[in-house]
């Protein structure tokens, strides 16, 4: 991961210029409607940043516009859960593609209730277990983790999209009653997608996730506050199941065509991490079938072809 060169100096300038390209694609795609509450979301938002680690940012669009985060949060709830559970983690949820949509369920039987990735959502809600086991209180504490990351401490929860989770999150009850069958959910299955639909529901800019992920890109030290977040192994494994699972089904495509750990969310976000540089957020709500952003695919693909940016 070591070689990537420098940009050059006219960032922001390019940042305008990509998100100009991306407002006069086709729009292609849709909202996501399976959670009711994402469907009232203007899907013509268009938003880009950079967050060097030396604190450079760089902005496009709506870059300060909060919107949910949806399976972006994965990668905070995962971070939180390796630091506490060690490698026992890994007995509960494994670190392959599944090769499935997200919240697929068929893999999950034959598989003995034990999710191929923490970044599918039968993975995520076993992490989401693992935070409720060994927190007292584990909402709070993923809040104060993600505002201290992004130093931002009005990043809140959307009470409506909360809601509109838990009103429409059969498919979820059905992936973590299935492992609790298994006996590989330990907390009740209540309490545990409380959890994750709260998570999910949070809110931020491209500038919150692009700041708060800097870690990713720094070994495991945030930039900006120095707080070791994460030790190197960690951050090489995080970095690693974002390169191979970040983006579902599409990871490989993604791969081939960016090659940059990443990972999105039904919000239309899309956070990439590029080692000793920086991060990069994209957001646009209109989503591909994968249930990536159409937009910002094209962005993040764009801005990193423009900048030379990939760790292959
Ligand atoms: O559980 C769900 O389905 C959503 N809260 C999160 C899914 C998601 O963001 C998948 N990413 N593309």
């Given at each position: 991961m070591e070689g990537i060169p420098l940009p050059p100096k006219h960032t922001g300038e390019l940042l305008k210029d990509v998100v100009a390209q991306a407002r006069a694609l086709p729009n292609e795609g849709a909202v996501a409607d399976y959670i009711p509450a994402l469907a009232k979301v203007d899907p013509n938002?268009?938003?880009?940043?950079?967050?060097?680690?030396?604190g450079q940012v760089h902005t496009a669009g709506d870059a300060h516009v909060p919107f949910?985060?949806?399976?972006?949060?994965?990668?905070?709830?995962?971070?939180?859960?390796?630091?506490?559970m060690g490698d026992s983690l890994w007995e509960r949820v494994r670190m392959e593609p599944s090769g499935q949509a997200f919240n697929s369920i068929m893999q999950?039987?034959?598989?003995?209730?034990?999710?191929?990735?923490?970044f599918i959502n039968a993975g995520a809600i076993v992490v989401a277990d693992t935070l409720v086991c060994r927190y007292s209180a584990s909402r709070t504490a993923f809040t104060q983790f993600v505002q201290s990351l992004a130093q931002n401490e009005s990043i809140q929860v959307n009470e409506q999209v909360w809601d509109s989770e838990r009103e429409h999150g059969a498919r979820n009850a059905a992936l973590a009653y299935l492992m609790k069958s298994f006996g590989n959910i330990k907390?009740?299955?209540?309490?545990?997608?409380?959890?994750?639909?709260?998570?999910c529901s949070l809110d931020m800019s491209c500038v919150d996730l692009a700041r708060a992920l800097g870690f990713l890109a720094?070994?495991?030290v945030q930039p900006g506050t120095d707080e070791v977040v994460c030790d190197p192994r960690s951050t090489h494994r995080i970095?690693?199941?974002?390169?191979?699972?970040?983006?579902?089904?599409?990871?490989?495509?993604?791969a081939f065509s960016v090659g940059l750990p990443a990972k999105g969310g039904v919000g239309g976000g899309l956070v990439a991490v590029v080692p000793d540089y920086?991060?990069?957020?994209?957001?646009?709500?209109?989503?591909?079938?994968?249930?990536?952003?159409?937009?910002?695919?094209?962005?993040?693909r764009t801005l990193a072809e423009e900048l030379g940016l990939s760790v292959y």
């Amino acid at each position: 991961m070591e070689g990537i060169p420098l940009p050059p100096k006219h960032t922001g300038e390019l940042l305008k210029d990509v998100v100009a390209q991306a407002r006069a694609l086709p729009n292609e795609g849709a909202v996501a409607d399976y959670i009711p509450a994402l469907a009232k979301v203007d899907p013509n938002y268009l938003g880009l940043a950079v967050v060097e680690l030396d604190g450079q940012v760089h902005t496009a669009g709506d870059a300060h516009v909060p919107f949910s985060i949806q399976s972006i949060s994965k990668v905070f709830g995962l971070t939180l859960a390796m630091e506490r559970m060690g490698d026992s983690l890994w007995e509960r949820v494994r670190m392959e593609p599944s090769g499935q949509a997200f919240n697929s369920i068929m893999q999950l039987e034959w598989e003995h209730g034990i999710p191929r990735n923490p970044f599918i959502n039968a993975g995520a809600i076993v992490v989401a277990d693992t935070l409720v086991c060994r927190y007292s209180a584990s909402r709070t504490a993923f809040t104060q983790f993600v505002q201290s990351l992004a130093q931002n401490e009005s990043i809140q929860v959307n009470e409506q999209v909360w809601d509109s989770e838990r009103e429409h999150g059969a498919r979820n009850a059905a992936l973590a009653y299935l492992m609790k069958s298994f006996g590989n959910i330990k907390a009740s299955v209540e309490h545990v997608l409380d959890h994750y639909f709260y998570q999910c529901s949070l809110d931020m800019s491209c500038v919150d996730l692009a700041r708060a992920l800097g870690f990713l890109a720094n070994r495991g030290v945030q930039p900006g506050t120095d707080e070791v977040v994460c030790d190197p192994r960690s951050t090489h494994r995080i970095n690693a199941m974002m390169s191979t699972s970040g983006m579902y089904d599409q990871s490989g495509e993604f791969a081939f065509s960016v090659g940059l750990p990443a990972k999105g969310g039904v919000g239309g976000g899309l956070v990439a991490v590029v080692p000793d540089y920086g991060v990069i957020c994209a957001w646009s709500p209109r989503l591909n079938p994968y249930g990536n952003s159409h937009r910002g695919m094209f962005m993040v693909r764009t801005l990193a072809e423009e900048l030379g940016l990939s760790v292959y």
